[in-house]
């Protein structure tokens, strides 16, 4: 569906009107499910893409946010029984601990990416090393790539880098933060 396009038109006209007739309460709801649809035109099968980075942005930020809310309520109710070294070295586990639970988050996220984009040219790499021992080539495998996945990919990891530095609280609402990927 192109933005130019009547279709895209009729399509955006109706979104707002469905919108402000909604209770304000399910308004994140129209937002998703508009969004998710226009996502789908392209193809229903990018989707599995779309909410699997939701939902592993979703898990890592709210892991985050568990951890540094523990954290930050253990440091205040032993502020007066902890020595300042101790809290600094009690404080310096827990960001250890945050940063494990970020790496895995990093991971899925970047790993889905690499494997998406990069699978054909690696192989087609290897390929070109084994001909030269005239072994036989790999298969490329046909990948699909779906749109915007750098974009929305790059776009929930600095929201969890955000989340692990303090710079943002995580979102607790699930449907909010897939609409902020979709």
């Known amino acids: ?4 396009s009547f279709s895209f038109i009729l399509f955006a006209a109706l979104l707002l009107i469905v919108y402000y007739l909604v209770p304000r309460r399910t308004q994140w709801w129209v ?13 229903t099968e990018y989707l ?6 939701a939902l592993v942005t979703w ?16 440091v205040a109710d032993n502020r007066e029984t902890l020595s300042k070294e101790e809290r600094k070295s009690y404080r ?4 250890k601990k945050r940063l494990r639970i970020l790496t895995v988050g990093l991971i899925l996220g970047f790993g889905m990416l690499a494997v998406l984009k990069y699978t054909a040219f690696a192989v087609g790499n290897v390929n070109s090393i084994l001909s030269a021992f005239n072994v036989k080539e790999l298969t490329v495998p046909s990948l ?11 776009q929930t990891l600095s929201y969890v880098i955000d989340v692990y530095r303090g710079n943002c609280r995580a979102q607790k609402n699930y449907v909010a933060l897939g609409t902020y990927v979709a």
């Open 92 to 95: 310096a586990k827990e960001k």
């Open 144 to 154: 699909l790539l779906p749109l915007g996945i750098s974009f929305y990919t790059f």
């Open 59 to 74: 898990m890592t930020g709210r892991a985050l946010q568990i951890r540094a809310d523990r954290e930050d309520a253990y």
């Open 48 to 53: 599995y893409f779309i909410l699997y980075t």
């Open 31 to 43: 937002l998703l499910f508009s969004s998710l649809f226009f996502y789908a035109y392209a193809g």
């Open 1 to 4: 569906m192109q933005f130019t």
